[in-house]
Nanobody, 127 residues
Framework: EVQLVESGGGLVQPGGSLRLSCEAS????????MSWVRQAPGKEFEWISA????????HYAESVRGRATISRDNAKNTLYLQLNSLQTEAACMYYC????????????????????WGQGTQVTVSS
């Protein structure tokens, strides 16, 4: 059974930083590209970043480019998302997700490309 457990969310002041983590189990983590997807209250899911299975290529949505860094540690079966210069629009539930297909790497990603999801971790940005 695929399990993805996100952590690291919380309350941060505008301009602050957070590092989100996602611990994976139940599948061959190193075989899948991984994504982070977020959802603000009342809004659609927004794909924000993906990293290939080896961790040497990444994509970012324009909304987070320059303020987010995705990384992974295949030895620890863990995905990360470093978020910097957080503003109120970044206040969302953040989910990690697997690609639907193993060993695939696309030029672009959107929420329809992901397979399994975690339960999410909440990020709140407020002074």
């Amino acid at each position: 059974e695929v399990q993805l457990v996100e952590s690291g969310g919380g309350l941060v002041q505008p301009g602050g930083s957070l590092r989100l983590s996602c611990e994976a189990s139940g599948f061959t983590f190193s075989a899948y590209a991984m994504s982070w997807v977020r959802q603000a209250p009342g809004k659609e899911f927004e794909w924000i970043s993906a990293i290939n299975s080896r961790g040497n290529f990444a994509h970012y949505a324009e909304s987070v480019r320059g303020r987010a860094t995705i990384s992974r540690d295949n030895a620890k079966n863990t995905l990360y998302l470093q978020l910097n210069s957080l503003q109120t629009e970044a206040a969302c539930m953040y989910y990690c997700a697997t690609d639907r297909i193993a060993y695939r790497w696309k030029d672009t990603y959107d929420p329809s490309d992901v397979g399994s999801w975690g339960q999410g971790t909440q990020v709140t940005v407020s002074s």
